[in-house]
Structure formats: C-alpha cells, structure tokens
C-alpha cells in the first residue's frame, strides 16, 4: 500500500486534509471506501478509536 497525505482548499478559509491510500499494483481496479471523522469542533479527528479501528480493517481486507 502507497499512502499520500492531501490538503485542499474548500472555501476561501475552510480546507479539507486527509490520507490517501493505494494498492502498490494501482493498474488494477480495486475496492474503495471513504471514510470521515465527526467535525472537529464536536472533538473529531483523524486519529479517533472508530476511524483507525475501519481503516485499519479496510487495510486487512484489501480495500483503499
């Protein structure tokens, strides 16, 4: 798997950042899943138990 930090711009002070994942062998179609954090000002992030916990299994089950 091949990780790549991303951040963009939504609005003139608002910015969306994340962490995007793919397979080594990328020629191939693979299975996809977004997953989202609660809003930050409710105490969401991208570290919370319940994120790492999905993407953790997405990563085992072969999905990005």
């Known amino acids: 798997m091949h990780q ?3 951040d963009f711009v939504v609005a003139k ?3 969306l950042e994340g962490i995007f994942t793919k397979p080594n062998n990328s020629y191939k179609r693979f299975p996809t899943v977004v997953v989202c954090h609660p809003h930050p000002l409710l105490g969401g992030n991208m570290e919370r138990p ?15």
């Open 13 to 15: 002070d608002i910015h």
């Open 50 to 64: 319940l994120i790492t916990t999905i993407c953790r299994i997405a990563h085992r089950e072969n999905i990005s």
């Open 4 to 6: 790549t930090a991303i």
